[in-house]
C-alpha cells in the first residue's frame, strides 16, 4: 500500500514538474514573439535601467551626448571598451523622473564616403528603419517614441554634410581618434543621429545618401 502511494506521488509531481516546463517553454515563445506584452521596467536613475537591459551593463560610462523630449531620451555614451547608444522611455512620479531601457545599440560599423561604404550605410538604414525586414518590434518601439531614430559612426569630418533622403543629419558628435589604421592611418570617428527619419518604403538601393549639402 505505501509502495502505491509513493508511486503515485511520484507520478504526480513528475506530472506537476512536466507542466510547468512546458508552460515556461510556451511563456519563453509568447515572449520572444512579442504575442505576450512586454512592458518596459522603470529604474530611478538611467544607470540601474541600463544594468537590466540585456545588452546593457553595469558600467554606465562618460556621456557624450545627448537627445531628450518630453517622455524618451537618447544618450550616446562609452567606457574604455565600448561605445553604446540607449533609448530609454521616462515616467515621472511624485516630482522625480524614473527610466525604463528599451534599446542599447553599439553601431553597426564604421562608414566613409566611399561608394561600397555607401551601400553598406544604405542597407544599415534599411535594417534599423524598415519593419519588413526587421522583425523585432520596430513599430511597438516607434509608436512609444513617436519618432524614428537613426545614428551610426562616420569616419571623416564630411559627416558634417550627410543627408539621407534629404533629411539633414540633426547631431554629429567627436568620438574618437584611431591612431595607425592598418588602412586608414589615423582618422577621426564621429557618431551622427537623426532625430526622426520618415518612413522608408522603397528598397535600400532607393535610399539617398548625399554629402553636397
Not at 558600467?59 to 565600448?82: A, K, V
Not at 588602412?183 to 535610399?207: A, C, N, R, S
Amino acid at each position: 500500500m505505501k509502495k502505491t502511494i509513493k508511486n503515485i506521488v511520484s507520478a504526480t509531481v513528475s506530472a506537476i514538474a512536466m507542466i510547468l516546463f512546458v508552460l515556461l517553454i510556451v511563456l519563453g515563445l509568447l515572449h520572444f514573439t512579442g504575442t505576450l506584452s512586454r512592458e518596459p521596467r522603470y529604474f530611478p536613475t538611467m544607470e540601474q535601467a541600463f544594468a537590466r537591459h540585456p545588452a546593457g551593463s553595469r558600467n554606465f560610462g562618460e556621456t557624450l551626448f545627448i537627445y531628450e523630449e518630453e517622455n524618451n531620451l537618447t544618450i550616446f555614451h562609452r567606457t574604455d571598451r565600448q561605445h553604446y547608444v540607449s533609448t530609454f522611455l521616462k515616467e515621472y512620479r511624485e516630482g522625480e523622473v524614473w527610466y525604463a531601457c528599451i534599446g542599447v545599440g553599439t553601431g553597426a560599423g564604421v562608414f566613409d564616403s566611399s561608394p561600397r561604404s555607401r551601400e553598406r550605410l544604405q542597407e544599415h538604414i534599411w535594417r534599423s528603419t524598415n519593419r519588413d525586414w526587421n522583425r523585432s518590434h520596430l513599430d511597438e518601439w516607434h509608436e512609444r517614441l513617436q519618432r524614428r531614430p537613426v545614428h551610426g559612426f562616420f569616419r571623416g569630418d564630411i559627416v558634417y554634410n550627410l543627408t539621407i533622403n534629404g533629411v539633414t543629419v540633426d547631431y554629429v558628435v567627436f568620438a574618437r581618434e584611431i591612431v595607425d589604421h592598418f588602412l586608414y592611418g589615423t582618422h577621426d570617428v564621429y557618431f551622427w543621429y537623426i532625430v526622426d527619419l520618415p518612413p522608408i518604403t522603397t528598397g535600400p538601393d532607393e535610399i539617398v545618401i548625399s554629402f553636397d549639402r
